[in-house]
């Protein structure tokens, strides 16, 4: 998997592995021309490979496709099994740039059906209109709690260009979510916290 790249103008963007079952998943984005598809807005879907033995691959069909005209991009975000399905969480981005968290379920893990609503979160204060993307879904195996962490970024912050976070969400059953506040917030300029994961 090191050298491989899709055919054509298209290339591997950020990556999203999972293993359940004795299969490891392989999610990216699928990148047209350096993330230029749809007038600049980026374009990507979900593309999928698996493996069990991490040496041969199997690629699959798309697994979340743009389907409708307002979605100018599917973003990275996590997948995650619970009770029998599995869950894709992503980002969409709008074609205003803004960008808002989808769902989408599978049965096997490979034909994803996206769930209505979707979007099912916007960014709601403290954080501003815009950034809300990358997803990671993880569950606390003390309590039975689901936690979300979004890459955000916060409205007001003293110092300017530096409110860039993780916002967190909460769910007791991975289809409502509640805003719990910031839970990271590393004061660097110019830029939010991407793509956060957990490693146990």
């Given amino acids: 998997m090191q050298y491989f790249k899709p055919p054509g103008d298209f290339f591997v963007g950020d990556c999203m ?31 999928h490979a698996s493996t069990r033995d991490l040496m041969h691959w199997e690629c699959h069909p798309l697994a979340l496709g743009i389907d409708h005209e307002w979605e100018a991009s599917i973003c990275t975000g996590s997948a995650f099994h619970h009770d029998g399905l599995y869950y894709a969480f992503y980002a969409t981005r709008l074609p205003d740039r803004t960008e808002h968290l989808s769902v989408a379920t599978s049965t096997d893990g490979i034909h994803f059906t996206k769930t209505s609503p979707n979007p099912f979160a916007s960014p709601e204060p403290p954080y501003r209109k815009g950034p809300y993307r990358d997803p990671c879904v993880f569950r606390d195996r003390e309590t039975g709690r689901f936690h979300m962490l979004v890459t955000a970024e916060l409205a007001e912050y003293p110092l300017a260009g530096r409110g860039g976070c993780l916002a967190h969400l909460g769910s007791g059953d991975l289809r409502n979510w509640q805003h719990e506040g910031p839970f990271f917030v590393p004061g660097n300029a110019g830029h939010q916290p991407e793509c956060a994961d957990l490693f146990e």
């Fill in 17 to 47: 592995p999972f293993f359940h079952d004795g299969v490891f998943h392989l999610y990216y984005l699928l990148d047209e021309g350096h993330h230029q598809g749809k007038g600049g807005l980026g374009g990507h879907q979900w593309a």
